[in-house]
């Protein structure tokens, strides 16, 4: 992923209102991400807790950003994130919800999905990062082809966003 901007990251939001934008936290120390080894960028609101946003760039490099909730807690079992396929436990996967792009989002519409709450899917799926207590399923792909899989299960939960 190439570099963002707080400008880039502000104007990519797609199921939110632009002042809802304007008001979102901004991701901490941008400068210093991994920016090679990030498919998407993701990061928690450290003011309200269960709120977290990602912002994936598109095949045009074209930046969608999406607003996200989820239940804090977790349910202390090991699940599995169905974006990156990385096992954690306790509450290293959340059920994520966003409310839908459009008049449909206004309506109070909504998907979900199972994610790493942390956000750090990439990662994973490169091998850069691994679960505290979770693991990955032995597979035999490298890590090309996760990150690959990796990004057509998150630009298929994106495309959910828009039907």
Not at 67 to 75: D, I, K, M, W
Not at 111 to 122: E, K, N, Q
């Amino acid at each position: 992923m190439k570099p963002v901007t707080e400008r880039d990251i502000r104007s990519s939001f797609i199921n939110c209102s632009k002042t809802e934008a304007k008001r979102l936290p901004m991701p901490r120390e941008l400068d210093e991400r991994p920016w090679d080894d990030l498919d998407f960028l993701g990061w928690s609101d450290p003011s309200l807790p269960g709120r977290c946003y990602l912002v994936i760039p598109q095949d045009d490099d074209e930046l969608v950003g999406v607003a996200l909730r989820y239940e804090t807690g977790g349910t202390g079992r090991a699940q599995m994130c169905s974006i990156c396929l990385t096992t954690h436990t306790g509450s290293g996967v959340s059920l994520l919800t966003a409310a839908k792009a459009g008049p449909s989002g206004r309506k109070g519409n909504t998907i979900g999905t199972y994610m790493c709450t942390d956000l750090a899917c990439s990662l994973y799926a490169r091998g850069k990062k691994t679960p505290a207590l979770g693991n990955r399923y032995r597979e035999n792909l490298n890590p090309e082809q996760k990150v690959e899989r990796m990004l057509a299960n998150m630009r298929a939960f994106i495309a959910r966003l828009y039907s």
